[in-house]
């Protein structure tokens, strides 16, 4: 299983974005963008012309993490952008087969998000559907929150439920994601770890990433 770092830009400077992302370019696999409308979540980032501003700005393949309402409206708009990957909430759409399909379409993977408090057994069918299950260990909404250990036995159900289906899904963690936690995620079965402050709040965000990396891949 391959460990994968996945910067959040929410914790970067927005006023920079392009520098923002270089930094991490050749070091991370992803950059995480967060978008929020101020509906399905209390915050408001940005949205699909500051990502397609992006994706000419940069080589890292983005992965979108859309916490907004009505997913099955705008979701493939952003795959069809260019993302790498888009990530759309359980919680928020009402057709996620149709959704799902439609990203994959257009050519990126396909990944569902889960809230802290939302379990997993009730998504185990998406799993043909899908490349990648993102689980918050945080309520969505702002970077450098406090990690959440309760989701953790959800790490293992959610691993143990991929392992048995057998397919090729990526398990991603997000929130409070650093070198102190990083470890606890991994060896509960997560293989893609979001880190907002734990990169962009650091003097050299590429150290920052290697360091991470370092902290799972012994
Ligand atoms: C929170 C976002 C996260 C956030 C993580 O709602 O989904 O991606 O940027 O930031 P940290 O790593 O600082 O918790
Ligand atoms: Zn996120």
Redesign the pocket.
């Known amino acids: 299983m391959a460990m994968q770092i996945s910067p ?1 830009i ?2 970067a400077d927005f006023a920079r974005l392009a520098d923002e992302a270089k930094k991490v370019e050749g070091v991370a696999d992803w950059l ?1 963008v ?1 978008v929020m409308d101020y509906h399905f ?1 209390p915050n408001l980032t940005l949205g699909l012309p500051v990502v397609q501003a992006l994706l000419a700005a940069t080589s890292i393949p983005i992965d979108c ?1 859309l ?1 907004i309402q009505d997913p099955d409206r705008w979701a493939v708009g952003y795959a069809e952008a260019g993302a790498g990957s888009v990530t759309i909430h359980v919680e928020a759409t009402k057709a996620p087969v149709r959704t799902l399909r439609a990203i994959g379409a257009a050519g990126a993977r396909r990944g569902i998000a889960l809230n802290p408090g939302t379990a997993i057994e009730a998504y185990e069918d998406l799993l043909p559907e899908i490349d990648m299950i993102l689980l ?1 260990t ?1 309520e ?6 406090k990690f959440l250990d309760m989701v953790m036995p959800k790490v293992r159900r959610t691993r143990a439920m991929i392992d048995k289906w057998d397919g090729e899904v990526w398990l991603q963690v ?5 070198a102190e936690t990083i470890e606890r995620c991994a060896e509960a079965g997560a293989d893609v770890f ?5 990169v962009y ?1 650091s003097a050299d965000p590429a150290q920052a990433v290697r360091n991470l990396r370092a902290r799972i891949s012994r």
């Open positions: 959040s929410l914790s995480h967060d979540v993490h916490m918050m945080v969505p909404g702002f970077g450098g929150q997000d929130g409070g994601v650093s979001v880190a907002g402050n734990a709040g």
